[in-house]
């Protein structure tokens, strides 16, 4: 399946590539566009739009759209939600909601001057996520490295 967002990624719009194709769609196509012709170009590749305004996939309240994934996906791994909190916190602002946020975003950041083309920047960033994922299961299990 084809996805769509707008371009010049940064924490949700990398978070959120990320999920999409670790837990819902491994085949997924990820197309990036400019804010004025997301959804034009949603429309002519058939492809489903996320973090662009009024999205179903976007930010609802104060929820980024990292959390609407998961709530449409019905995905329910408690890593997955603390990863939300995560994310959310960094692509809000709200670096007091979790101590890892502004961490988060100052590697987005960083990545984003590194490697300004988007799917370079997925690339990239990926495994930061797989990281991220790796450490908040352990701390699930108790797994002490």
């Known amino acids: ?3 769509i967002t ?3 990624v940064h924490v949700d719009r ?3 590539p990320w999920l999409i194709e670790r837990f819902v769609d ?3 196509d990820i197309i990036f566009a400019a804010d004025s012709l997301v959804e034009k170009t949603a429309r002519e590749e058939n492809a489903i739009p996320f973090d662009i305004e009024d ?3 976007g930010h609802h309240g104060d929820d980024c759209t990292f959390r609407a994934i998961i ?3 019905e995905l329910t791994d408690p890593v997955l939600l603390r990863m939300a909190e995560i994310v959310n916190a960094a692509d809000t602002g709200d670096f007091k909601a979790h101590p890892y946020a502004a961490g988060l975003e100052a590697l987005a950041r960083g990545f984003s001057v590194m ?3 988007d799917n370079e920047n997925l690339e990239w960033q ?3 996520y797989d990281a991220l994922y790796a450490a908040l299961k352990c701390e699930e299990k108790k797994v002490v490295i």
Do not use: T
């Open 126 to 128: 990926f495994p930061v």
């Open 1 to 3: 399946m084809k996805w």
């Open 115 to 117: 490697y300004p083309d």
């Open 71 to 73: 709530n449409k996906y």
């Open 14 to 16: 990398v978070a959120c």
């Open 55 to 57: 999205a179903e996939l």
């Open 26 to 28: 491994s085949e997924a």
């Open 6 to 8: 707008r371009s010049h």
